[in-house]
């Protein structure tokens, strides 16, 4: 009874994102498989809400009492012409009503690429800040903080041209209110500035969520093949540690996606031994 107890504690630290154990099917079937090991924190994504439905997913959550640590994910701001503009925010004001309405922390940004056919990086950056300009008195006025989560340069073309957390902080520093950042271990291990630039976002409270997973080396997918926490080579204890000494507390949110490896298996196994990482290796 004490050893449980002792667990369920130490488990309040953990979050799990959904695309981490997809294998379950459904919202419903994640947030069971989640309570039945004891973890009670969630980061779903779009596809799994608008499955279920907003309001049942909403209902779910309140119902188990889960917590979320995120909701993914909003962005993908630069587009070719004004109407694929306008669609992505009206897209991005979406999400930031199904963030609230589930209860999230903050709806997670990845921001987007170039637009086809384009080679103009500083125009894809500038649609980016134009975008977030744009869709944050809708977000402060739901009271949902925009979580901006750079990514790995191999994915400047396609996913974010945000990429650097110096780069998404000097972006938070402009907007003002309402925006700071989701830092994910897998896509700024390797930056040289990393500590000065956690410790910059908590001074000014813009941590608002901290992915993890493992850099597998070698890496065979840069998008599909994240490694499990201890597989690889991120000191993930060391970065932890800059975070919560920067302040920020929350869940420790598990986030791989590896078609692969970890989504062939079973979710069971997954969740087990993610749960066994986080309590051994983060
Ligand atoms: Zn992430």
Not at 19 to 26: E, I, N, W
Not at 130 to 141: F, Q, V
């Amino acid at each position: 009874m004490n050893h449980v107890a002792a667990e369920a504690r130490s488990l309040e630290g953990l979050s799990i994102n959904f695309a981490t154990v997809r294998q379950f099917g459904s919202f419903g079937a994640i947030v069971d498989a989640c309570l039945a090991h004891g973890v009670t924190a969630i980061s779903p994504w779009r596809e799994h809400v608008a499955a279920a439905g907003v309001e049942e997913a909403a209902r779910i959550v309140k119902s188990n009492n889960m917590r979320l640590t995120g909701y993914c994910r909003g962005g993908f701001f630069p587009a070719a012409d004004k109407a694929g503009l306008e669609k992505a925010l009206d897209d991005n004001r979406r999400a930031i009503d199904e963030a609230a309405a589930l209860g999230s922390p903050c709806l997670v940004l990845v921001v987007g690429g170039l637009p086809k056919g384009s080679r103009d990086m500083p125009l894809a950056r500038s649609q980016v800040a134009d975008g977030l300009a744009a869709i944050l008195p809708h977000a402060r006025a739901s009271g949902m903080p925009l979580a901006i989560e750079p990514l790995h340069p191999a994915y400047a073309a396609d996913r974010a041209c945000v990429n650097m957390l110096g780069q998404a902080l000097d972006l938070c520093d402009a907007l003002g209110d309402g925006v700071g950042v989701a830092i994910d271990n897998y896509h700024v291990w390797w930056d040289p500035d990393l500590e000065a630039q956690i410790a910059r976002a908590g001074r000014n409270g813009q941590i608002l969520a901290h992915h993890i997973c493992d850099w597998l080396v070698p890496t065979q997918h840069i998008l599909t093949d994240r490694g499990m926490m201890g597989d690889g080579i991120i000191d993930l204890k060391a970065i932890r540690a800059m975070i919560e000494k920067a302040g920020f507390k929350g869940p420790q949110e598990v986030e791989i996606f590896s078609s692969q490896n970890w989504e062939k298996r079973p979710g069971e196994e997954v969740l087990k031994t993610a749960i066994e990482r986080y309590l051994t290796v983060c």
